[in-house]
């Protein structure tokens, strides 16, 4: 077995303990798309691990997202992302640790595109922590939201169309990654409560926050009309559908879809 093969394994290993949503998908997608999707997503996950880190003190995070976002605009090398995160080697998880080789397994066509969306969410994460997460309105939380899950819709786009041409719209891409986001936020507020941080806009309870999200996910299902080809409209669909579930499974007053739900979701959209 190469040594690339060994990398890819390890990189779908690494995806399966740190994505409970985002592994299923990509592992379906087919050759070539599953390694771009993989690196984009384990390094957005790499550099999200930092800015949620609940040890590490903010100046600390602002700047190792600073020098990321600097060094994924720049030709480097794994010896530069060691020698940034040796202080900090027993804090930061696998994921963070391992940055270059999730660099190093996307396709050249694409990886430039992919470093610098990432380098993009990075700047604006370190910009983030320094605010402490303060968001006054529902601007300040497009603005978040467009940094830590709109630059997702970004990138995945630009891979679509790197991969076969499929042409999709990236103000919708955006919208489906804040949609994404805003479930997120809902599913977390209380434990995000529990560390002093909340997401939602002042003044808004979660009646706000649903409608934000339920807003954004009409979008994201505009987002997938277009889409033809059956391997990225199946993975735009599982988290679609999660998310949706999700939502109502929280307006019932449940904390999160059960096993089975996910499991017969994922099993609905595979199978239409």
């Known amino acids: 077995m190469s040594e690339t093969t060994d990398l890819h394994n390890e990189a779908i290993e690494i995806l399966k ?7 299923i998908p990509i592992s379906l997608l087919t050759s070539g798309l599953k390694e771009a999707v993989a690196s984009a997503y384990l390094c957005m996950r790499a550099i999200d691990e930092i800015e949620d880190h609940e040890e590490l003190p903010s100046i600390v995070k602002s700047d190792l997202l600073q020098a990321v976002s600097q060094m994924l605009r720049t030709p480097t090398t794994e010896h530069n992302f060691n020698e940034l995160f040796n202080p900090y080697h027993s804090k930061l998880p696998e994921v963070t ?14 990886r430039n595109k992919m470093l610098e969306a990432t380098a993009v969410m990075a700047e604006g994460m370190a910009n983030w922590v320094t605010k402490d997460w303060i968001i006054n309105d529902e601007k300040d939380l497009d603005d978040y939201t467009y940094y830590v899950a709109g630059l997702v819709g970004v990138m995945l786009t630009d891979i679509w169309e790197w991969y076969d041409g499929t042409n999709t719209d990236k103000e919708l891409a955006i919208a489906f990654g804040r949609g994404l986001q805003s479930v997120n936020i809902l599913r977390n507020h209380t434990e995000d409560a529990e560390r002093g941080v909340s997401f939602y806009p002042n003044g808004w309870g979660f009646k706000d926050m649903l409608a934000y999200a339920r807003r954004n996910l009409a979008l994201a299902d505009e987002y997938i009309k277009g889409i033809k080809t059956e391997t990225i409209l199946h993975f735009c669909q599982i988290p679609l559908a999660l998310a949706h579930g999700t939502l109502n499974a929280l307006t ?15 099993s609905r959209v595979v199978g239409k």
């Open 17 to 23: 303990a740190t994505s409970r949503t985002f592994f």
């Open 97 to 110: 640790l391992r940055l270059s080789d999730w660099v190093a397994i996307c396709p050249l066509p694409i």
């Open 252 to 266: 019932d007053g449940k904390e999160k879809m059960s096993r089975s739900e996910v499991t017969e979701t994922v």
